[in-house]
């Protein structure tokens, strides 16, 4: 059976070139909150991480960790050693990264992960297959986002026990023609783009408080 939900944010604004947009940051905060943490962000930039991480202590009372404030053993080991933190990272730390259990409940990817336009192996390779006739975008870029995001959503279910929700904050994959080919390559998860669906199954998996609200 399906072990996770895939939420797809199709409301959310496209991804800019400035980085990760206010309303995905909110989608984000509310995410991390509805879960009580143990959210591994997988960002395309270190400075989307960064900037998300300082976004989300000033609106979570939960603790975040982020890529560059400690070697990444040592994160993880905090970040495994306490239910209601979260770490943020870049696509570098999806290879790494294995959190087994409930530690992780839920991984948010902030945009498809396209290569960069001026890398010049995948540039080359998009040459190669416009060659051939072949469409170099989907062949190329398509097919190399898809294989990150089955990688990243993969970081979620380790294990036959594991449970959760992989949010993609980049309504491309709801919208565009070649998002049907990115969610095909996903894990098998329950697709939705219900926000108040999401966030309830993410209550359902929160730690409960050990202590009594004060």
């Given amino acids: 059976g399906r072990q996770g939900i895939l939420y797809v944010a199709a409301h959310l604004p496209r991804p800019g070139r400035e980085g990760v947009a206010v309303e995905a940051l909110d989608e984000l905060a509310e995410l991390v909150e509805a879960s009580g943490g143990g959210a591994l962000g997988l960002f395309s930039s270190r400075r989307g991480a960064e900037r998300?991480?300082?976004?989300?202590?000033t609106r979570v009372d939960l603790p975040i960790l982020c890529q560059g404030?400690?070697?990444?053993?040592?994160?993880?080991?905090?970040?495994?050693?306490?239910?209601?933190?979260?770490?943020?990272?870049?696509?570098?730390?999806?290879?790494?990264?294995?959190?087994?259990?409930?530690?992780?409940?839920?991984?948010?990817?902030?945009?498809?992960?396209?290569?960069?336009?001026?890398?010049?192996?995948m540039s080359a390779r998009?040459?190669?297959?416009?060659?051939?006739?072949?469409?170099?975008?989907?062949d190329v870029s398509v097919s190399h986002?898809?294989?990150?995001?089955?990688?990243?959503a993969g970081r979620l279910i380790r294990r036959s026990s594991d449970r959760?929700?992989?949010?993609?904050?980049?309504?491309?994959?709801?919208?565009s023609g070649y998002g049907r080919f990115l969610m095909k390559s996903l894990p098998d998860l329950w697709p939705t783009r219900d926000r108040a669906q999401v966030r309830r199954s993410l209550g359902a998996l929160a730690p409960?408080?050990?202590?009594?609200?004060?």
């Fill in 208 to 214: 409960s408080s050990e202590e009594p609200a004060e």
């Fill in 52 to 57: 998300a991480a300082e976004y989300m202590r």
């Fill in 69 to 121: 404030e400690d070697q990444i053993p040592e994160l993880v080991r905090a970040f495994t050693a306490d239910p209601s933190a979260s770490l943020f990272g870049t696509l570098s730390l999806w290879q790494g990264v294995d959190v087994p259990g409930s530690t992780c409940r839920l991984v948010v990817i902030d945009r498809i992960p396209f290569p960069r336009p001026d890398d010049p192996i």
């Fill in 145 to 152: 986002a898809a294989l990150l995001l089955a990688q990243g």
């Fill in 164 to 175: 959760g929700v992989v949010a993609i904050l980049d309504p491309r994959v709801a919208t």
């Fill in 126 to 138: 998009t040459e190669m297959a416009q060659a051939r006739g072949r469409n170099g975008f989907m």
